[in-house]
């Protein structure tokens, strides 16, 4: 008798669907349905094969089936009783032989009804997985022991997305297996390999299992076009090991020194999805229970359509989720910039694991003079079109502060880019300049939380911001305000999924960063900042179960500045005299910082682009020097023309100058500013960084 579980769990299912005869694999042809598949096997099996004696299932649905095998049993069992009452003999004795045949049908539907409910819990069980290895997993726990004492599971090599059509041959690998017990209880007796007296292959004496626990089949097998395993999967109906054509599969997907047991005793299920058939499943049962009957073909069919369809769905999930991985990770900064007089961290986490893109982003730009711009964000939602929405508004923002627009003026233009792109798309923002020179901070805000200072003392405040409106309500204006940024401190901008949940509302939320970073910074003590990713990650661990109902953006500044000493500045006006004053200025500065030693390369490039810029020019020149990590040099004039570099012929006199600069110096750039432009370069300074 087959064994199967008697647990009630869960509602009888419907009799799944295998697929039918197609061109590759099972490509575009409509499936054949399971209990059809069963019917036209048992009727090529005749009735000499082991277990035709059943029933032989109809084209209708197992859970009729069962039922009309549950009311033939009531009646035979109500007639037994009657013979019983009338003959006064006990059921089983040699006067009451009725009762002996009233069983039969009772037990047949005894036995169909557990295989049902073996069919719902199997299939609950696989439908339980999400992605490719649970359900696999799913299928080998739901079945062994209980169906059969090991599995084998192949799969399509790479295995196809969706309409997909593979290119080059087809390979299944074997993706797991599973048995019921060690080798040693299979191997007890004999010599592995024996074989019978009609010399088929005595599967009793081989073990099922290899040394390391796994069945010793070949991992890869490349389905020859026309051959037996071919054949068998473009059927798309399970068939038993001993059928002709599965003996003439198994060795080419097992492997030639692989055993096939003789009998019904195995069972090769192709596994068809929505499109072609991404691989097949092989039952094996031990001599020690009873052999598969015609009915186990259809529970095989329903468990390699229900796993089948699974793999399908968890590959396009994983297609899926590796898009929005990707469309994340290019929306958001690879890694922040290292801006002279700032150092910066940041972290991001999504809504949830299924849902990776959302509409939160963070960004730093570098700006020309040594600045910085500091921007967080947030579009409503967190979907696909969300992570749109945001990386075009992340584009815009990049390049308005490329034009060195006032923070006020940046928003006001994102207002106007959001109202292009939709009437609902609208998003929260927050956009800061940190002047590293003046210590200074400008902030402009769109509708976002306020940002938190987190002084070198330890004492943490929340910047009184203009709130505004948020960005895509049009027709508003937005305020910004400029504040101290002392050396020393930290500013935190974040999204509100970090400050906002079902649990708290966003300025109770607000509070509570401000008293964790107070808290943090005790923990370091007044002179010491907390290290800047141990604040990001210490920020993170605020949150607690129930907390996460949106995606989080963070993004920390850590103002170290730079020292007043460390700059030099001069106003030149668009005369001849502008280019050898430069020089003597430059000399100056290199004397008072003990950096002669670059004093010929450095006069040399001061001349040449100030001489362009006096060109220019009609309103005084601006000349910088800040000295950091390297020599930085900036000129800025009142022209918004940018020099470009260009090859001079051997005749022209001009034309020069940036080809040296580009030769000579660490970096070099331009940008254009809304009164003009900055050229700048940089120079190593000697000994490296240390040299200070």
Not at 131 to 139: N, Q, R, T, W
Request: one cysteine or more; glycine letters at 10%.
């Amino acid at each position: 008798m087959t064994e199967y579980p008697t647990s009630q769990e869960g509602s009888q299912p419907t009799a799944g669907a295998s697929g039918g005869r197609t061109d590759e694999l099972g490509h575009g042809k409509a499936p054949v349905p399971a209990a059809e598949a069963v019917r036209t096997h048992a009727q090529i099996q005749g009735p000499d094969q082991p277990g035709s004696g059943l029933p032989r299932p109809r084209a209708s649905s197992a859970a009729d089936s069962a039922s009309r095998d549950a009311e033939a049993a009531r009646g035979a069992a109500a007639a037994a009783r009657q013979d019983v009452g009338a003959s006064g003999a006990a059921p089983g004795t040699a006067s009451g032989s009725a009762p002996a045949q009233g069983n039969a049908p009772e037990a047949v539907a005894r036995r169909e009804g557990d295989r049902l409910r073996f069919v719902g819990a199997a299939t609950r069980r696989i439908a339980r997985g999400i992605d490719l290895d649970e359900i696999v997993l799913g299928l080998c726990r739901a079945t062994v022991p209980t169906f059969s004492d090991a599995i084998l599971v192949y799969l399509r090599d790479p295995l196809p997305v969706g309409d997909e059509r593979p290119v080059g041959p087809v390979v299944l690998r074997l993706r797991r297996t599973d048995r019921l017990r060690p080798i040693d209880e299979f191997t007890s007796s004999g010599a592995a390999g024996a074989t019978t007296a009609d010399g088929e292959l005595d599967f009793s004496q081989l073990a099922l299992v290899g040394p390391q626990g796994d069945l010793p089949a070949a991992e890869l097998c490349e389905i020859r076009p026309g051959g037996a395993l071919a054949e068998v999967l473009r059927g798309v109906r399970p068939v038993f090991g001993s059928s002709a054509a599965a003996r003439a599969a198994l060795p080419e997907l097992l492997g030639a020194d692989h055993p096939v047991p003789r009998g019904q005793r195995a069972i090769l299920a192709p596994l068809r999805g929505r499109r072609r058939v991404i691989g097949a499943a092989v039952f094996l049962r031990t001599p020690e229970r009873p052999a598969f009957e015609t009915n186990d073909l259809l529970v095989a069919a329903q468990l390699a359509t229900h796993t089948a369809l699974g793999i399908d769905k968890a590959v396009l999930y994983g297609r899926e989720a590796y898009i929005a991985d990707e469309l994340q990770r290019t929306m958001l900064p690879d890694s922040l910039p290292q801006p002279t007089g700032v150092r910066l961290a940041s972290r991001y986490l999504p809504a949830a694991e299924t849902a990776r893109v959302g509409g939160d982003w963070y960004d730093a730009i570098p700006l020309p003079g040594s600045r910085v711009a500091l921007v967080v964000g947030d579009v409503m939602g967190h979907s696909m079109t969300s992570a749109a929405i945001m990386g075009q508004l992340r584009t815009t923002a990049q390049t308005l502060a490329q034009l060195d627009l006032p923070p006020a003026e940046v928003l006001h233009h994102l207002d106007e880019q959001a109202q292009r792109l939709g009437s609902d798309r609208m998003a929260t923002c927050l956009y800061a300049v940190y002047d590293p020179v003046s210590h200074r901070i400008t902030i402009a805000n769109a509708g976002h939380p306020p940002p938190v200072l987190l002084h070198l003392g330890g004492r943490a405040e929340v910047l009184r911001v203009p709130p505004g409106a948020p960005i895509g309500v049009g027709g508003v204006d937005f305020e910004a305000v400029e504040l101290d940024a002392p050396a020393g401190a930290t500013l935190v901008l974040y999204t509100d999924g970090l400050v906002e949940s079902r649990l708290r509302d966003v300025w109770t939320g607000i509070e509570q960063l401000r008293e964790r970073l107070a808290t943090t910074a005790q923990l370091t003590g007044l002179d010491h900042p907390p290290p800047l990713e141990a604040l990001c990650d210490d920020i993170l661990d605020m949150l607690g179960p129930g907390d996460r109902d949106d995606d989080i953006a963070l993004l920390a500044a850590r103002f170290d500045g730079i020292a007043p000493s460390d700059v030099a500045y001069w106003f030149l006006d668009p005369e001849e005299t502008a280019p050898g004053r430069a020089r003597r200025f430059a000399r100056r500065a290199l004397a008072r910082w003990g950096l002669e030693e670059l004093q010929d390369s450095l006069e040399l490039l001061v001349s040449e682009v100030v001489t362009n810029a006096v060109r220019y020019a009609e309103r005084p020149v601006t000349l910088r020097l800040l000295r950091t990590d390297v020599l930085r040099c900036e000129v800025g004039d009142d022209s918004p023309q940018l020099p470009r570099q260009r090859r001079a012929r051997d005749t022209d006199e001009g034309g020069r100058g940036l080809f040296l600069v580009n030769r000579m110096a660490r970096r070099w750039g331009a940008t254009r500013l809304s009164s003009g432009k900055v050229v700048w370069f940089e120079l190593a300074l000697p000994g490296g960084p240390d040299r200070r």
